[in-house]
Every structure is written in structure tokens, then in C-alpha cells.
């Protein structure tokens, strides 16, 4: 049998998910097709730690070009912050690299109007990271839809939840501020409006928003320099304790002497300026109606997404982290007007978003792997979800719906 030739990969951004998911699962993962050549950030001893955490000997760099032209990848990794996305992309693109991207692929409709046009021209390849379209369920989810059980779609009803914990996170780091994520409507429901775009094979049409900051930021009772040496922290619902996450505190603490970010900054700074609580209406070119809602300071995690049909109606609450005990699999409720209802049981899986992380990468670098759903995501799809949300922050500021596709210029 032939020897496996392996992709090479290199890697630039290496924080909890470019270490983690895209550094130490990936070899575990993919390892048989995939060489790991380099790895690139901006705090050196970030990178280091995450060099030996990997546990590969390969260069390092603090320069994402002179990675590329030293090691010549035929793929580079891209999770650096989100607005850093698009410089990434089009240099890896312009090396004559292929790009996987973490979402959001970026956070402007001018920048993912440059993405397309690079790709475009260099006729490389952009791939965006959205593991949740890989998750068990979402794929269940979709095999019904194509079925027809329902009939055609009218509307949507599509509600997510953080938690305290979670939601609470963004407020941390440099999520927290528009001009590094977009928002969360960015950030976050590019996840949300990828999954709606793929399982309504259809482009939004036009947004209208809200979103207002009601429990963090501002609206806090007081507030901190960190968590690490606030004198609130006895009386502080979010203290968070580094000392307690040791694969964070690795990454985080000791390197922010290298640029000064903080992983425990507090949630509730004056100048935080994403919002905390949103909703919006969303209506698609086949004339499909979407409720969207995002809250971020819940004591549960997960979603409820339900699809109204003609004929029937698929619904799912989908269970994170609960105040009580849930099994460890999703249940999909199928129920037709006129006939029985159907329960689907879908077990979750080994591996991050419920088998969602390892499933992406064997789509991405095993040889040769069907893609009957269409679950791969490329350029396009990374920025019509970009764009849904770039649309809900517009008509937020409006308060006035605004269109979607026009964003993308001549892109569309």
C-alpha cells in the first residue's frame, strides 16, 4: 500500500482554540494526513507554551508571512482575533495557500468582499470553520428537512441560550468590544445564521434588529481592574479564578506580560460596547420568516429551534449545561398535521460540539470524504452569515430593516 501523503499544515493564533482544536485534537484526530510545520502568534511565550503543550519540535514564528515563505504550507490555520481574519486569509491566499478559517471568517462586509475577491483571483481555496453543522443532530436535522416530511418551510423559530458561564466569557476577553468581533451578532450567531442558511438552502433576505447591554458592561453594580485583584471579588457573581483553569492559565497569565491581555478582565468595564440581549426577524429570499433570539446571562445553555412546515413541524430544545440532569443525547420532535409524531433520538458524540469538532476535521483532511449534506463550508457561506449579523448591528443603530446580500457589492 502507498505511503500517505500528508497535507501540510501551519497554524497562526495559538490560544485555547488554535492549541486546542486545531493544534492537540487535529493530531489526534488527523494525524495520518495531516504534518503540523509551523505555528505563529504575536506573544512569543504564548507560542512557546502552546508549541510544547502540542507537543511537536516545528519553527516558530511571530510573523504569519515568513511562515508561510519558510515552511510553505498547503493549508494555514487561521485563529487569531476575528478582525485579524481577512489580513490572514488573503496573504495565505496571495502565497498560494489554501485557508481554513475559524468563525466569524471576518467581521466587515468590505472585509469579506476583499476574501472573496482574493479567492477569486488566486483561485485557492477558503474554508470556514462551522463545526456545529457537523454535530450529530444538525445533520438529523437536516436529513428530515430533506425528506419533505413537513413540507415546504414557512417559518422559523430560533432561540439560543448561554449561560452564566459561557455567555458571561465573551465579556472577558476582547469579544467584548465591536471593533474585535463584530458583536456577538457577529461572533456568535455566525454559527446560528450558518445553520439557518444551510438548512433552508436559501440567502437571507432582509434583518431587523434589537440589541441593548442589560446585564454587563455599564450595567454592572461596580467594577474592577481584573478579576485577579478586584476588591469585589467576595461579593461578585462573575469573579472568575484563573488559578482553576490551568489550561487557560497557561495560554493566559503569565504571557500577558508579553502584550498585556488579560483572560480574567472584568465583565463589567464601562467601555464594553456589544450587546448582551438581542433579537431579530429575519426574512429569507424563498419568503421564509425567522425569529432569532440571543441571550447571554441564562441559567441554561442550549437552543430551541423549531421548523414550521406546511405539513408539520420539526422541533428540538437542544441541552447544554442545565440545572438539572439531561441525557446525553437530542431529541427531535417530527410532527405532521395530519398523521403521528416522531421522536429522533440522536446519542451525542465523543469530541467538542458533541462529535461536531472531529467530524469537521475528517471532512477537511481526510482524502477523499463524501460530502452528501454539503456540510463543508467555503467562503460564500462564511460570509453570508458574516453579513446577517453585520445587518442586525446596521439595522440596531437604524432601527430600520436592512438588506442583506447588496453587503457583498459585486461579490454576491
Known amino acids: ?24 485534537e487535529l493530531l489526534a484526530t488527523c494525524g495520518e494526513w495531516v504534518e503540523l510545520v509551523g505555528l505563529s502568534d504575536s506573544n512569543p ?113 430560533f432561540h439560543w441560550y448561554l449561560d452564566v458561564q459561557h455567555g458571561a466569557d465573551y465579556f472577558r476577553r476582547w469579544h467584548a468590544f465591536i471593533a474585535h468581533s463584530g458583536s456577538l451578532f457577529v461572533h456568535k450567531a455566525t454559527h446560528h445564521f450558518d445553520l439557518l442558511n444551510w438548512y433552508l438552502g436559501a440567502d437571507p433576505e432582509e434583518v431587523f434588529a434589537r440589541g441593548a447591554l442589560r446585564r454587563y458592561g455599564r450595567a454592572g453594580p461596580f467594577r474592577g481592574p481584573r478579576c485577579k485583584l478586584c476588591p469585589h471579588a467576595d461579593e461578585c457573581d462573575f469573579f472568575f479564578d484563573l488559578a482553576r483553569h490551568p489550561w487557560l492559565e497557561t495560554l493566559y497569565e503569565d504571557p500577558s506580560r508579553e502584550d498585556g491581555y488579560v483572560r480574567d478582565a472584568c465583565v ?24 432569532y433570539s440571543l441571550n447571554t446571562f441564562l441559567p441554561i445553555e442550549g437552543y430551541h429551534l423549531a421548523f414550521n412546515g406546511k405539513k408539520g413541524r420539526v422541533q428540538i430544545r437542544q441541552y447544554e449545561r442545565q440545572a438539572w440532569e439531561t441525557p446525553a443525547e437530542d431529541e427531535i420532535l417530527v410532527l405532521r398535521n395530519f398523521g403521528p409524531a416522531e421522536r429522533i433520538r440522536v446519542p451525542h458524540q465523543p469530541g467538542g460540539h458533541f462529535g461536531g469538532d472531529p467530524a469537521l476535521q475528517r471532512m477537511l483532511f481526510v482524502p477523499d470524504m463524501a460530502d452528501p449534506l454539503g456540510q463543508r463550508a467555503g467562503a460564500r457561506a462564511g460570509a453570508v452569515s458574516v453579513l446577517c449579523g453585520v445587518a442586525a448591528v446596521d439595522s440596531v443603530r437604524s432601527g430600520a430593516p436592512v438588506k442583506v446580500m447588496p453587503l457583498l457589492g459585486g461579490e454576491a
Open 1 to 24: 500500500m502507498a505511503a500517505v501523503t500528508k497535507r501540510r499544515v501551519a497554524l497562526v493564533g495559538t490560544g485555547f482554540r488554535g492549541a486546542g482544536t486545531w493544534g492537540k
Open 45 to 157: 511565550m504564548r507560542l512557546e507554551r502552546a508549541r510544547a503543550a502540542i507537543g511537536v519540535h516545528v519553527p516558530a514564528f511571530a510573523d504569519c508571512s515568513a511562515m508561510l515563505t519558510e515552511t510553505r504550507p498547503d493549508t494555514l490555520i487561521v485563529c487569531t482575533p476575528d478582525d485579524t481574519h481577512a489580513r490572514m486569509i488573503v496573504t495565505a491566499l496571495e502565497a498560494g495557500v489554501d485557508v481554513l478559517t475559524e468563525k466569524p471568517m471576518t467581521t466587515t462586509a468590505e472585509m469579506c468582499r476583499t476574501i472573496l475577491a482574493a479567492e477569486r483571483r488566486t483561485g485557492r481555496r477558503v474554508d470556514v470553520g462551522f463545526n456545529y453543522r457537523f454535530s450529530p443532530t444538525a445533520r438529523a436535522i437536516k436529513e428530515v428537512l430533506l425528506s419533505g416530511i413537513i413540507g415546504e418551510i414557512v417559518s422559523v423559530d
Open 268 to 291: 463589567f468595564r464601562e467601555e464594553i460596547d456589544i450587546f448582551d440581549t438581542m433579537t431579530a426577524a429575519i426574512l429569507y429570499q424563498n419568503g421564509v420568516q425567522v425569529s
